[in-house]
């Protein structure tokens, strides 16, 4: 019988251990020279020497017991179930949860406690977490996992990973802190709304664009407070707002027929599940962008509302400026609160909202009343504009340097020295150029490069494919139509041969690609009469807006006087938008529907008050011809 080698007899120890540990007799352990890892109930741990080193020994023997633990105390599908999407998240979430079973082997075996902290020792040596003297440089799941692991068994946290650990304590606690405001700022709001329920209105506006449940870590997402905020705006409207002026104009009638269409397209859609998903957010920011008119009678609530979108809105971009300012942008890498492209999170998406509310800002730092304009308000005023200005360039977002150009062009119209305004704008320009980052002009410089051509290249394949589809499914295919395109197209692609760069043109086929354009959004998901629909909306928009505009510039009457300019700030930001909506799927942006909302208001309270001067005019003839017939002199 030949005589087993001592690391044969080290693996079959290991084997009988972790069966014992797993109370499971098929649990075997093998040796690998990749990575370790377990594959239901085969381990695999790293090959030790022949000649059985000691460290190598603890680092096999810690992995198997922590697979064993894990196979005995894990349960993968409740695990699976609470698990979080997002990457860092998911990774916490599966260290927290190594940390707790090997916890209670820890705690229940002395044997076990040893060889799970050589291996813990060994594995750290090469942790990312010893090197860290930043937030950012420290894996988030290796020092919770450790702060776990110092809870529930007692240890103390390594020598060298406690500086990274500290780190992210302290993190962790200004996050708790932020949870603790967030959560306190939203149940204030709540409880004021019980004064003055007008208050739930602005709440939802607050909620919906910050997100504020999806910041929070703990407090916050423990309770629906989106959909808490929207059920309380209707019911305060219900219970406390006057209804004998309320109106319900055509761009509402449009933005309900739009709701109710998108909802039958979902009868038919190609994607029935995304679909679904994608119907849970955009029936409630249509909703509420009819909802919101009703509620804006006054012009208090009007600034209010439009002054709680453009803080709110601010608080991102401020920080987002901040982060920019300080070198932290860069395209894909400029982080927010929320880092998923959720809503306003999406960096091209916060460009355009970053631009199109400068306009909206300067009618503030000229005619607000809940922050009359002196310095103070001017100044913040004009440092938020700044980070605005700053989003485009931290974001690496070329969308939104086509918004300042925009924006640029259309406030030639109100300025009254245009000249000195181009100057001052070019001059600005080039002022800024020499404190723009490198990678700003290398992200630039691909407008005209082979990633441009294929950007490009992507895009009119995909709105080809498009104006196609429509052609054969007229009345749309649902949300997120785009899923079922897929077209080939010619490239130029660049390789290396030899030492030298060879580049040569290839058929590149790709599929499922979004529509990268509102218009398009529009055209594929809800077909032809969605699209019109949609186009209305805005077009009648622009009209309204230029009426105001017109109608109400030279009126002399203090109280007269906000109405023009708010109306050309909401007809900028509304271009902005469009502008903006050309090179991305943002049809059902509820910011957008918020600014639409709040035009309509506009529109309305505009149009009440000019029924209102126009009824005392002739009130006021009647009685001068009612004097005149009697031969006596008109009261005034």
């Known amino acids: 019988m030949t005589e087993r080698s001592p690391i044969d007899a080290f693996k079959d120890v290991l084997s009988g251990v972790a069966r014992s540990i797993a109370r499971d007799l098929e649990v075997e352990v093998a040796f690998t020279a990749d990575t370790p890892h377990a594959v239901g109930k085969a381990i695999k741990v790293p090959t030790p020497a022949r000649a059985l080193p000691a460290d190598q020994v603890a680092l096999a023997r810690g992995f198997a017991d922590a697979s064993a633990l894990k196979l005995r105390y894990h349960d993968a599908k409740v695990h699976a179930s609470f698990a979080p999407g997002e ?35 060994l594995r750290l040596k090469s942790d990312a977490i010893r090197r860290a003297r930043s937030a950012d440089e420290v894996p988030l799941s290796t020092a919770l996992a450790l702060k776990v692991r110092e809870r529930l068994t007692g240890q103390a ?102 709701l109710v269409y998108c909802f039958l397209s979902m009868q038919w859609a190609d994607f029935p599940v995304d679909a679904a998903f994608k119907w849970e957010w955009v029936w409630k920011a249509l909703v509420f962008a009819i909802f919101l008119p009703v509620t804006l009678i ?48 999406e960096s091209s998406t916060l460009a355009t909202v970053a631009i199109a509310l400068i306009p909206i800002i300067l009618w503030f730092m000229r005619h607000g009343t809940i922050f009359p304009p002196d310095r103070r308000v001017r100044t913040f005023g004009g440092a938020l504009i700044f980070a605005c200005l700053l989003i485009p360039v931290g974001t690496e977002a070329r969308t939104g340097l086509v918004c300042i150009a ?28 020499p ?45 997120d139509a785009y899923r079922g395109n897929e077209f080939t197209y010619r490239l130029p692609v660049t390789r290396e041969e030899g030492g030298a760069l060879v580049t040569e043109i290839e058929n590149v086929t790709d599929s499922g690609r979004a529509y990268h354009s509102s218009f398009f ?97 002739r009130k006021a003839l009647r009685d001068a011809r009612r004097a005149a017939a009697s031969g006596k002199p008109a009261m005034p």
């Open 521 to 617: 959004e529009m055209l594929g998901e809800q077909g032809w009469p969605g699209l019109i629909m949609w186009l209305a909306l805005h077009a009648l928009g622009l009209f309204q807006m230029e009426r105001i505009r017109r109608r109400w510039r030279d009126r002399e009457a203090p109280a007269e006087q906000w109405q023009g300019p708010l109306a050309s700030a909401l007809q900028f930001a509304n271009i902005i938008y469009l502008v903006g909506a050309s090179f991305q799927g943002i049809a059902y942006q509820p910011v957008f529907l918020m600014l639409i909302g709040l035009q309509i208001a506009l529109s309305t309270y505009c149009a009440k008050h000019d029924s209102a001067r126009l009824e005392v005019e």
């Open 406 to 433: 925009v924006l640029g062009l259309l406030m030639l119209r109100d300025v009254k020295n245009r000249m000195m305004y181009l100057l001052a704008a070019g001059a600005v320009g080039v002022m800024a150029l």
């Open 298 to 345: 006054t012009r208090l609530r009007i600034e209010a509302a439009a002054l709680v979108l453009t803080l709110t809105a601010g608080a991102i971009i401020i920080s987002a400026g901040m982060k920019t300012a300080l070198g932290g942008g860069g395209y894909g890498s400029l982080y927010f609160f929320v880092n998923d492209n959720s809503n306003i999170y």
């Open 157 to 258: 946290i390594p020598k060298d990973a406690a500086p990274g650990v500290a780190i992210a304590k302290a993190v962790t606690r200004a996050v708790r802190m932020l949870d603790a405001a967030l959560f306190l700022t939203v149940m204030g709001m709540f409880l004021l709304g019980l004064r003055r329920p007008f208050i739930w209105v602005l709440a939802y506006l607050y909620i919906d664009i910050l997100a504020p449940q999806k910041i929070g870590w703990t407090l916050t997402p423990m309770l629906p407070i989106s959909f808490i905020a929207f059920l309380l705006a209707f019911a305060g409207w219900a219970v406390a707002d006057p209804k004998a002026e309320t109106r319900f104009t055509l761009r509402q009638g449009i933005l309900a027929a739009l």
């Open 87 to 121: 990457a860092v998240a998911r990774a916490v979430f599966d260290a927290v949860e190594q940390a707790r079973v090997e916890a209670i082997g820890s705690r229940s075996m002395a044997g076990v406690r040893a060889n799970l902290n050589e291996a813990l020792a």
């Open 435 to 479: 404190f723009l980052p490198a990678s700003y002009y290398e992200r630039m410089a691909t407008l005209g490069s082979v990633e441009s051509d294929q950007s490009a290249s992507t895009r009119m394949q995909v709105w080809s494919w498009t104006l196609d589809y429509a052609a054969e499914n007229p009345l749309g295919g649902g949300f």
